[in-house]
């Protein structure tokens, strides 16, 4: 399975409601959430890729309930506009596993309604990177969180998982 399919099958095993892709990239989740979601929100740091992502997104999803912003991840708490998520996504975004985690998992977590989550899928074109594992599950776990891999979703060369902060 490719890392958009297991993410959009984890996002959507999850919620129809409302869904926020981190690091979407020019297309992203879209093409498989836009429209099967309540709402599709996407956000990415480059202005190149939210500029594509919302000429796709008008073209193919006029009516649509989308919307995308540009910006980094861990400005989130200050995106008062933005709704709430059911569900926060992102597909091969480092933020999670090196660097300031614990921002990027703060800044998540203030986002997600009560009882949502974050799914995060790491996909590498070789078998998944060794340090890929045990950092995420160190970050996650040292921001508190809980968290239950999908092997299934993640295959020989990713990892993907569903995480939540503990209450
Ligand atoms: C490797 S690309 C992956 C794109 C897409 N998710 C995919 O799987 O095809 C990483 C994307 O995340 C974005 N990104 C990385 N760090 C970010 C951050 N801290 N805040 C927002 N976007 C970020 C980059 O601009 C880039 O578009």
Known sequence: ??????????????????????????????????????RYEALDRSPRATAALTTWLAEHHPDGAWGVRTGDLTDLPGQ?????????????????????????????GGHLRPGGALV????????????????LHAALADAGWRWQEHPEAGGPRGVALVARPVA
């Open 120 to 135: 995060l899928v790491l996909e590498t074109p070789d078998p998944v990177d060794a340090r890929v594992r045990p950092a």
């Open 80 to 108: 008062a506009d933005l709704p709430p998520a059911d569900v926060v996504v992102a597909v091969n975004v480092n933020a999670f596993w090196t660097g300031a985690t614990a921002d990027a998992l703060a800044a998540v």
């Open 1 to 38: 399975m490719d890392r958009h399919s297991a993410a959009a099958l984890l996002v959507t095993g999850l919620t129809d409601g409302s869904v926020l892709e981190l690091g979407s990239g020019p297309r992203g989740l879209a093409p498989l959430l836009a429209g099967r979601v309540r």
